[in-house]
């Protein structure tokens, strides 16, 4: 007698357990069969993790090296993030008008904690939700503490409402989403001692 393989024995028996149900109604109760064969079939194939990206520092030890990211999502997803930094009250002027705005058009700046003073040093732009009560200190002279993300669920509902005119044509609604998605939104602040 040939042997037959596990999947054509698997096959065969829910032939026989359509037939033993007669009409295939939704309803009706699967028979020994159909069980049987459910669990003697693999599992089916995990689906693979993301890897980050080339180039990620996770967790990234400062600001330089988290803004150095060309694709911080890619690398970090939403997960929390620390650091430490040295916050700055920044004038931000965006000529493209996006809904929510504090996600759109992030207003505070950190710059690397002992760089402060030298031109071109590594900075970090971002955004704090009006609604979480955080609010970042002004350049006060002190280091803080920060936990935050990308990718925040606001993300999501960014949507292009203006440009100052000659900006030429709206981004797609995709584009708009991906930038605030890049967008390092705060969610804890506790200052440093000195």
Known sequence: MKHLPLRAIAMVMIVLAGAACGTGSPSATPTPAVAIQS??????????TQTPAAGCVNPPPDIAALSDQTDPVACYGNAPLTLDAYPIGAAVDCPVSVEPAWLGCPSGLLELVGETRKNGAPSLLVAVDPASGISLPGRISMNVRIT???????????REIGRVPGMGTPEPAAGTIEGCRRTFVVTHVVPLQP
């Open 39 to 48: 669990a003697t079939l693999p599992s089916p194939t995990p689906v693979p």
């Open 148 to 158: 935050g993300h990308y990718d925040d669920p606001a993300a999501q509902t960014c």
